[in-house]
């Protein structure tokens, strides 16, 4: 089972960028989708943005687009989020996960992953 881990949080003023990134071990076959996931304090968590790890597929949430990237590298077994012009409501603990699935984008829901990082906070200040 592929294991993740995130790291590139901290701390960032709105209008700023920070790149999260998640580093995977183990054997990912093909068929495996990537996705990042955001919880904040007292809300559910959710869906960010998500990538095929054959094509490069991507997909994001409505309140993501045209300001976070998300991409890999197949070679370093790493994923990436590239977050632009944040805002405070974007403040919440960010995840990694991974989950084997053949469907053209990745899953939205959480509960298809089964592989989560531990987490990497996110902070922007108003």
């Known amino acids: 089972q592929v294991q993740v881990e995130e790291s590139g949080g901290g701390l960032v003023q709105a209008g700023g960028s920070l790149r999260l990134s998640c580093g995977a071990s183990?054997?990912?076959?093909?068929?495996?989708?990537m996705g990042w996931f955001r919880q904040a304090p007292g809300k559910e968590r959710e869906f960010v943005a998500g990538?095929?790890?054959?094509?490069?597929?991507?997909n994001y949430a409505e309140s993501v687009k045209e300001r976070f990237t998300i991409s890999r590298d197949r070679d370093k077994k790493t994923m990436y989020l590239q977050m632009n012009s944040l805002k405070p409501e974007d403040t919440a603990v960010y995840y990694c996960a991974a989950a084997i699935n053949t469907n053209i984008y990745a899953p939205r829901e959480s509960t298809y992953y089964d592989s989560w990082g531990q987490g990497t906070q996110v902070t922007v200040s108003s």
């Open positions: 990538i095929k790890w054959r094509n490069g597929n991507t």
């Open positions: 183990g054997r990912i076959s093909l068929q495996y989708a």
